[in-house]
């Protein structure tokens, strides 16, 4: 494979979120559920491993930071950013287990958690997930085409048109981007003539 080729395929895969109506609402309904939950004094907590626990990251600075403007800061927070409670966790219990138990310490009804998986069967993410719906919080899934078993258990499933890792984690930090936008200008709106 070229470089063009990868390139091609990155951009195949973005035109088809493009073309897809369907996942266009998907994507302003999760930023429906998050305002709704900011708004009324709630947090966005994030899960991932690897590419996607520093996507989950990513997201989360951008809108506990700032991302187009200065602005207050929301709350939102990337669950594996404590490595002392991560490691402690994953060794006294089970790494399966360090997010469903930082989700039932922090969560609470009407925060939302999203769980990024590529293949949507992560098992950390799964069971921080069912937690989650437990509390009473809103769940939204970033996944790869079939949504795993995260299907079964987001009330918003991101699930890109792609079985390719990277490919799906390119996309997935795209759609990450706008939501923060819409976040930030919904909550926080800027006139547009200053």
Do not use: W
């Given at each position: 494979?070229?470089?063009?080729?990868?390139?091609?395929?990155?951009i195949?895969v973005?035109?088809l979120?493009?073309?897809d109506e369907v996942?266009?609402?998907?994507?302003?309904?999760?930023?429906?559920?998050c305002?709704?939950?900011?708004?009324?004094?709630?947090?966005?907590?994030?899960?991932?491993?690897g590419g996607?626990?520093?996507?989950?990251?990513?997201?989360?600075?951008?809108?506990s930071?700032?991302?187009?403007?200065?602005?207050?800061?929301?709350?939102?927070?990337a669950?594996?950013v404590?490595?002392?409670y991560?490691?402690?966790?994953a060794?006294d219990?089970h790494?399966?287990?360090?997010?469903?138990?930082?989700?039932e310490?922090?969560?609470?009804?009407?925060?939302v958690?999203i769980?990024?998986?590529?293949?949507?069967?992560?098992?950390n993410?799964?069971?921080?997930?069912?937690?989650a719906?437990?509390?009473?919080m809103?769940?939204?899934a970033?996944?790869g085409?079939?949504?795993?078993?995260?299907?079964?258990?987001s009330?918003?499933l991101l699930?890109v048109?792609?079985?390719?890792?990277?490919?799906?984690?390119?996309?997935?930090?795209?759609?990450?981007?706008i939501?923060?936008?819409?976040?930030?200008?919904t909550?926080?709106?800027?006139?547009?003539?200053?």
């Amino acid at each position: 494979m070229t470089i063009p080729d990868i390139i091609n395929n990155s951009i195949s895969v973005h035109q088809l979120i493009l073309a897809d109506e369907v996942f266009m609402q998907k994507i302003q309904e999760a930023v429906d559920v998050c305002v709704e939950s900011l708004r009324s004094g709630g947090k966005i907590l994030l899960c991932g491993n690897g590419g996607s626990a520093s996507d989950a990251q990513h997201i989360a600075a951008e809108l506990s930071g700032r991302f187009y403007y200065d602005r207050p800061p929301l709350y939102a927070e990337a669950l594996h950013v404590n490595g002392s409670y991560l490691t402690a966790v994953a060794n006294d219990y089970h790494f399966e287990m360090v997010y469903r138990r930082m989700v039932e310490a922090a969560g609470k009804v009407g925060d939302v958690l999203i769980g990024l998986s590529t293949s949507g069967n992560s098992q950390n993410v799964v069971y921080a997930m069912e937690a989650a719906k437990k509390i009473g919080m809103k769940t939204i899934a970033f996944t790869g085409e079939t949504g795993g078993n995260l299907l079964y258990i987001s009330d918003v499933l991101l699930n890109v048109p792609s079985s390719d890792t990277p490919r799906i984690q390119e996309a997935h930090i795209l759609i990450g981007h706008i939501i923060c936008e819409f976040i930030e200008k919904t909550i926080f709106p800027k006139d547009e003539g200053i």
